[in-house]
Nanobody
């Protein structure tokens, strides 16, 4: 069992940066691949970044590639999402999620554990 708590969201201006954190409790964190998802207002939840259990493999949605970086510190049971050059279209509730699949997973239904979400609002 893994519990996830996101933090670091807020209101920023276009071009600013934010770093989201996702703290995990549970002894199996290092065995889980992790992902960051977001749900813009009125839209479906979408996958934006994934990372393998080791951190050696990552992948990104085209919409954030080159601007966002996912990383993890298994010693701290934490996964991060560094977001640079933020745009108004990045406004969404951001969720972290974990899957027992050790390599990366791009399939939302494979993620068993979810945080409560953190709001990111980017003003123009």
């Amino acid at each position: 069992q893994v519990q996830l708590v996101e933090s670091g969201g807020g209101l920023v201006q276009a071009g600013d940066s934010l770093r989201l954190s996702c703290a995990a409790s549970g002894r199996s964190f290092s065995q889980y691949a992790m992902g960051w998802f977001r749900q813009p207002p009125g839209k479906e939840r979408e996958l934006i970044a994934v990372i393998s259990w080791s951190g050696r493999t990552t992948d990104y949605a085209d919409s954030v590639k080159g601007r966002f970086t996912i990383s993890r510190d298994n010693a701290k049971n934490t996964v991060y999402l560094q977001m640079n050059s933020l745009k108004p279209e990045d406004t969404a509730v951001y969720y972290c999620a974990g899957t027992p699949i050790a390599t990366i997973s791009r399939k939302m239904h494979e993620y068993d554990y979810w945080g409560q979400g953190t709001q990111v609002t980017v003003s123009s």
